[in-house]
Every structure is written in C-alpha cells, then in structure tokens.
C-alpha cells in the first residue's frame, strides 16, 4: 500500500459523507415535524403539538450530533491524507480560513456584511474542497495505474465544476430579480442545479467507496 495515511483518512471521509446524508435526512424530518407542531398548537390540538413536538426535538438533536461527528470525522480524515498527497494540504488551509470568517461574523451577530461574507465564503470553501478531495484522490489513483477511477474522478469534477457555476449564475441573476426572464432562469438554474447535485453526491460517495477499496488493496 503506497499510501497508509490516506487509506485511513479517505475512510474517515467516507464515513463522514455517510454521517452527513443521515443527518439530511433526520434534519428534514426534524424541519416536518416543527412545521407539524407549529400547526398543530394552532389548532389547540396540544396532545398531537406535543407529541410531534418530542419527536422535533429528537431528530433536531440527532442532526446536531451527527453534524458534530462528521465535522470530526472531516478534519482528521483530512489531515491524514495531507500526509500522502498535496491536495488535502489545501483543504486545511481553506478550512482554516472558513472557521476563522464564521467566528467573526458570530462576534458580531448584527453585522449583515460578515453575515453574507460568512454564507458566501463557506459555500465557496464546500465547492473548492469537494474539488480538491476528487483531485487528491484522481492523483493517487493515477499513481496507482487505476484508470478507472481517474476517468470516474474527471467525470464527478466536470459535473461540481458545473454545478458550481450555475449556482454562481444563479446568484448573479437574482441581482435583476425584477425581470420575469430573470425569475425563470434563476428558477430553472436552481431545479436543474438540485438535480444533478443529487447524481453528483451519488457519484461522489461511490467515488470515496472505490478509492476506500483500492487504497486498502
């Protein structure tokens, strides 16, 4: 095995996406059953309010957790695949950077520009380390002589690469918001930007599943 600290971090990682699917779901179920509540005292219904609002908490727990735990799994998967290739190096910095912009927005709550700064910065962060990990692991895996999984890793980095830019099309037409051309484009941008983000994260996973495997070889 030509890479001993990447094996253990691309597994970290790996189970770390894992973590942070559960929790999507588990936050969604939360977010139902706060609406559910929410209802449901409205209507004076407090037996069905309080039982949906139990569950609430449960889930809304649970995500919270299982956030804590993959943010955990993140770093040190991270940190021990620096020690094999260059590109997780990266990541660590840009890590770094994005902690440090959203404690300061947390000092200072009413500060609408390090609000924005914070959102912006940490979508940005998300997008770059997603490429970085598909490149860290395309490099290993060309090292490697596993074609297979450098073609799977150009094919998911095309797919970020353009879903990232639509994303920022998005945002930039939200700007002329006014116009109807520009409510359906930003309308039509985002649907077909959900889409392909859920075919992407498939692909992803599956893409961490076979450098896990051919790491271990």
Known sequence: MNFPHAAKGISKIFTAEI?????????????????????TLQNAATAAAGVSGIIF???????GVLSIIYL???IIGTIQCAKDEASFKMIIYLTIVNVVIALVAAIFPGNYFLASLAATTSDVVSFVCS????????????????EELMERCSRIFKIILAIGVMSLLAR???LFWG?????????????????????QYFLYI?????AKKMLNE
């Open 131 to 146: 490429l970085l990990v598909i490149l860290g692991v395309g490099s290993m895996a060309a090292q490697l002589g596993n």
């Open 19 to 39: 973590l942070q699917l559960i929790s999507l779901v588990t936050g969604v179920v939360a977010l139902v059953m706060g609406i559910v509540s929410a209802g």
């Open 179 to 199: 116009s109807v051309f520009a409510q359906a484009l930003v309308f039509s941008l985002a649907v077909l930007s959900i889409f392909l983000g859920f075919f």
């Open 57 to 63: 908490i449960i889930f809304a727990a649970a995500t």
């Open 72 to 74: 955990i799994f993140m």
């Open 206 to 210: 599956s893409m961490l599943a076979k």
């Open 172 to 174: 930039f037409f939200m």
